[in-house]
């Protein structure tokens, strides 16, 4: 339900009958007055379209909780992009290894699907991960450069199981060399060996 009639003696009151029936805020509908007379307002809300709707809800949560955010919605053919930009408070939301930033994707992304059951979005802070994904990927490339020269072994900085992946996609592209794993959790390490040492 992306549309709703709500009613009320004023304009004021119409409003906010009609954003209790969808549950969000007034910076997340767009309306117009039906009727109006002396008695009555009728309007009829409707939900944003999904870039206007993405940015306010964005804003809404950013701003409760004390950020003073910029916020730039872009779409292409993987979903929506939103990428945020504060003063002082980029590394806040990032959080450890984009920890809190990923836990903002996820809420963002459940309350949008309300509205836009299908839709897919990707979050970040300041181009964070585009940064962050291409610093593993030349991190990765010289540790396996490293590793075909000496032919011994080299661990990886502890990374997220999504990181994991970034670095095994740019492996794959190297010949000579494979990744593997020691331990769980905390103490999971990454080694990129030479694929002759790997049983």
């Known amino acids: 339900m992306k549309t709703v009639e709500a ?3 004023s304009l004021t009151e119409a ?3 009609g954003i209790k029936t969808f549950g969000v805020k007034e910076s997340e509908v767009n309306y117009e007055v039906i009727s109006q007379t002396e008695e009555e307002t009728k309007i009829r809300l409707t939900i944003k379209e999904p870039r206007q709707y993405l940015c306010a809800l964005t804003d809404f949560v950013l701003t409760s909780i004390g950020f003073r955010p910029n916020i730039l919605v872009t779409k292409d053919d993987r979903g929506f992009y939103i990428n945020i930009k504060t003063k002082y408070g980029d590394s806040l939301l990032i959080g450890k290894t984009g920890e809190t930033l990923w836990a903002l994707q ?8 309300r509205f836009y059951p299908n839709i897919k979005i990707l979050v970040d802070v ?3 991960r585009q940064k962050r994904n291409n610093f593993l990927k030349k991190k990765a490339e010289a540790i396996a450069l490293i590793v075909l020269q000496t032919g011994k072994e080299m661990a990886m900085d502890p990374m997220t199981k999504r990181e994991e992946q970034i670095v ?5 592209e190297i010949k000579g060399v494979k990744m593997y794993a020691i331990g769980k ?3 999971r390490n990454i080694i990129i060996a030479p694929v002759d040492e790997l049983h």
Request: hydrophobic share 30%.
């Open 185 to 187: 959790g905390a103490n």
């Open 106 to 113: 996820y809420l963002l992304s459940r309350l949008a699907k």
């Open 168 to 172: 095994v996609n740019k492996l794959n």
């Open 126 to 128: 300041n181009s964070y």
């Open 15 to 17: 409003i906010t009958n």
């Open 7 to 9: 009613s009320g003696k």
